[in-house]
């Protein structure tokens, strides 16, 4: 079997085993079987998992939002890891190359290709990363390595913890709804906020900002915001956009347990609402430009769509 079909093979189980899961589990709340240890398990499961996917995968590892302690982003990683939605390098190259390409017929998750595509298709279908192209100083950072290669034994972490507070029903919850939960909000982002929602900055892209996944996926949802300013740490850029995860970096500023937090400039901010701009501000894209070649198709694409 090919390194292409087994990572299919794995990524369809990882997509209808947490289906058939929260169907059991809905079933269970119907008969009134449900105790509030399990409930408890999944709010606190999803929580740390969530956080793991928006404030250690996203804004820490792929976008470099703020630095921290080597323990504290093998601790992020970590939480990312047991949310399943890939190893690290994988899940950070893909994204990077969303960047680089949104909304282009190289965007591994493009709405131009409908939805489900871009809600889970892309997924189920056997996506290639490309670390050596989309996240070359990745490969040479030993804590993304020893993670990545190390993912499946947090994803079972994932599971072993939600046993240990409550036994098989624990995992049920803890593990698979709250899998299919953290799943499909994640994928929310890249589907529902490149197609609904409003924008509040004219991005070269579609990248809307949706209240409901910027609630569900803990600020996520400020999609349009976040492509105006990928690097900063902060997606809710008004007060009342909530972005519980710029919360949490916030307080582990004031900490002292990260620093050097990306915030956006004031000047640049009044200045991007007003223009039509290229997103130019990626740290990795200027590097990846050395090479020449992802500005080549970032621009090569920003100018076919006019
Ligand atoms: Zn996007
Ligand atoms: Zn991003």
Redesign the pocket.
């Known amino acids: 079997m090919t390194d292409r079909r087994l990572k299919q093979m794995i990524s369809v189980i990882g997509v209808v085993a947490p289906l058939i899961g929260t169907i059991f589990a809905i079933w269970l709340l119907w008969q009134r079987l449900v105790n509030w240890n399990d409930i408890a398990i999944l709010a606190g499961m999803y929580f740390f998992t969530a956080i793991g996917i928006t404030i250690g995968y996203h804004r820490m590892l792929t976008h470099r939002g703020f630095e921290t302690h080597p323990a504290v982003r093998v601790f992020f990683l970590m939480l990312g890891s047991m949310a399943v939605e890939g190893p690290a390098l994988d899940w950070a190259s893909i994204h990077i190359k969303?960047?680089a390409n949104?909304d282009t017929e190289d965007d591994p998750h493009s709405p131009l290709d409908g939805f489900f595509h871009a809600h889970i298709g892309w997924f189920i279908s056997g996506f290639i990363a490309e670390p050596e192209i989309y996240g070359k100083w990745l490969l040479k950072d030993p804590i993304v390595m020893f993670m990545s290669k190390t993912f499946f034994v947090w994803g079972a972490l994932g599971f072993v913890i939600p046993y240990l507070l409550g036994g098989w029903t624990g995992v049920l919850w803890g593990g698979l709804v709250r899998m299919f939960l953290t799943h499909h909000v994640t994928w929310s982002?890249?589907s529902i906020?490149?197609i609904f929602g409003a924008r509040m900055f004219d991005t070269p892209?579609r990248?809307k900002n949706n209240w409901l996944v910027g609630l569900l996926a803990f600020g996520e949802g400020w999609?349009n915001n976040?492509?105006a300013f990928p690097r900063s740490a902060f997606h809710g850029l008004r007060w009342w956009q909530f972005d519980l995860s710029a919360y949490i970096i916030r307080g582990l500023e004031q900490l002292g347990l990260i620093w050097n937090v990306w915030r956006i400039p004031t000047e640049r901010l009044r200045a991007r609402s007003s223009i039509s701009g290229r997103s130019s501000d990626y740290r990795y894209e200027s590097e990846a430009a050395q090479k020449g070649t992802l500005r080549a198709t970032y621009r090569q694409h920003s100018d076919r769509r006019g």
């Open positions: 969303h960047h949104t982002v890249n906020c490149h892209d990248s999609h976040h492509h």
